[in-house]
């Protein structure tokens, strides 16, 4: 049925990584990121011929498809749209065939963390993005090292919503009391988001020092699209990393991590549009408070346009914080996705108004219309996304003395040379209803760890 849509898998193709919902493949010969959707795994035999059937009829009728459109079509009009098209690349919906994804299963096999295998790939769905561990294929007017570069960070949640702010830590610091407990991770992250979203340069800098120093899952950095340091290596890596980079073998490490830091910082705090955004929206609601919030609090200090700032400008779509969406969701049994088609819909009715107003129109409504309304919730999944995001900072170095930047704003010096910057936003995709439900459980074993730690530091 598919046969002439079939995507073929390069032979070179690479295992970049997972999260929760996708395996992440890297074509470098394409430069493409190949996601690849994934589904629990069977433990029985019934279990196994019931989703062998199911996945037939699912397929074959067209819903995979349909649903992978639907998400894609999100994606592209929504989420897209709301952060920025320079931060956020374009997407092509393709086709693998039962074979291929068996094949390149058993080909993973050895290279998936043993804590993600309870989930296999889903037969069909896959979508194609760009790799943002490469530059742009563009001209550029200087010459180039042939080495690319590129820093992998997930930022995390830097909006904390106005109920949530006597909480004693921010999510992801107390987060880290869970993952010890678990044995997920040796030893405490010294990184916080807040210190990152803040905008101020010694926050800045301890924020991205702290990722180097401890990266768990929050910090990967490749060269030419290989991986070359993460939370598995030695301090070291990284350091041989920064030699290879400012090209400098004399300076030492502390002065070469904090040039990485100011470069690093640089990045996230300059708007890299060439032409600059004008806010043309008809209702202007959430458009006015966003702005006198990001104006009064200190806890958004951060330039217009910077993807800090987009990122954390979808963040805030969550005003109320998790108990109340929890309490609008009460027993609703509710599709994970249809709020997705649902909101779609509503955009392309209105379109003078900026994203941002709808969703939170769609969210502001009485008691009465919040039974009958599933749009309600969207807000916060919509912050759920940019919560749980990753960017990548990709550079080359200039090979040439640089009087004339041409008008470029994506060109960063540093006081070991300058660097031609690329800056990508992904894993955007939605997000199901029970993230709400999900979210509520993780803030009570979170609330609860931190209380323990705290308690036991009390004791000692």
């Given at each position: 049925m598919f046969a002439s849509n079939e995507f073929k898998i390069p032979s070179n193709w690479v295992y970049r990584g997972e999260g929760n919902c996708n395996v992440v493949i890297s074509l470098p010969s394409e430069r493409k990121i190949l996601r690849i959707r994934k589904i629990k795994k069977t433990t029985s035999l019934f279990g196994w011929i019931l989703n062998w059937i199911t996945d037939i009829l699912y397929w074959y009728c067209g819903s995979g498809l349909d649903d992978e459109l639907r998400d894609l079509t999100f994606y592209k009009k929504i989420i897209r749209a709301l952060i920025g098209s320079n931060f956020v690349c374009d997407a092509e919906q393709v086709f693998l065939s039962r074979k291929q994804v068996k094949i390149l299963e058993e080909e993973l096999a050895h290279q998936r963390p043993n804590y993600r295998k309870t989930k296999s790939l889903q037969y069909g769905r896959a979508a194609l993005f760009d790799d943002y561990a490469f530059l742009p294929d563009e001209f550029y007017p200087f010459l180039l090292s042939n080495n690319t570069y590129s820093v992998e960070i997930k930022p995390k949640q830097g909006w904390v919503p106005f109920s949530e702010r006597h909480f004693p830590k921010c999510a992801f610091c107390m987060n880290q009391y869970v993952k010890h407990n678990k044995g997920q991770i040796q030893s405490l992250s010294s990184y916080c988001p807040s210190d990152l979203f803040s905008g101020e340069p010694t926050k800045m800098i301890r924020a991205v020092q702290a990722l180097v120093t401890n990266p768990q899952n929050n910090l990967k950095i490749f060269k030419n699209g290989q991986l070359q340091y993460s939370e598995d290596c030695e301090v070291g890596l990284f350091a041989s990393f920064l030699?290879?980079?400012?090209?400098?073998?004399?300076?030492?490490?502390?002065?070469l991590l904090l040039e990485f830091c100011h470069f690093v910082r640089t990045c996230l705090?300059?708007?890299?549009?060439?032409?600059?955004?004008?806010?043309r929206c008809n209702m202007k609601l959430f458009c006015e408070w966003n702005n006198i919030i990001q104006e009064s609090s200190a806890q958004t200090k951060l330039p217009k346009g910077c993807v800090l700032e987009r990122i954390l400008s979808v963040q805030m779509l969550d005003v109320e914080g998790n108990q109340y969406y929890y309490k609008l969701l009460g027993n609703k049994k509710l599709g994970e996705y249809d709020y997705v088609r649902e909101l779609l819909k509503e955009v392309s009715k209105?379109?003078?108004?900026?994203?941002?107003?709808?969703?939170?129109?769609?969210?502001?409504?009485?008691?009465?219309q919040m039974k009958e309304n599933n749009l309600v919730l969207v807000p916060y999944l919509m912050s759920a996304i940019a919560k749980d995001c990753s960017l990548m900072i990709t550079f080359k170095r200039i090979m040439e003395t640089t009087s004339d930047n041409f008008g470029m704003k994506n060109i960063v010096s540093t006081k070991y040379g300058d660097f031609i910057v690329n800056v990508g936003v992904f894993d955007l995709y939605p997000k199901p209803v029970s993230t709400i439900l999900k979210h509520k459980k993780k803030i009570k074993r979170m609330l609860d760890a931190t209380a323990k730690c705290e308690q036991k530091t009390v004791v000692t």
């Open positions: 030699t290879d980079i400012f090209r400098n073998n004399v300076e030492t490490f502390e002065n705090l300059t708007n890299f549009e060439s032409i600059e955004r004008t806010n209105r379109p003078g108004t900026c994203l941002k107003c709808i969703i939170m129109m769609l969210g502001n409504v009485d008691e009465r």
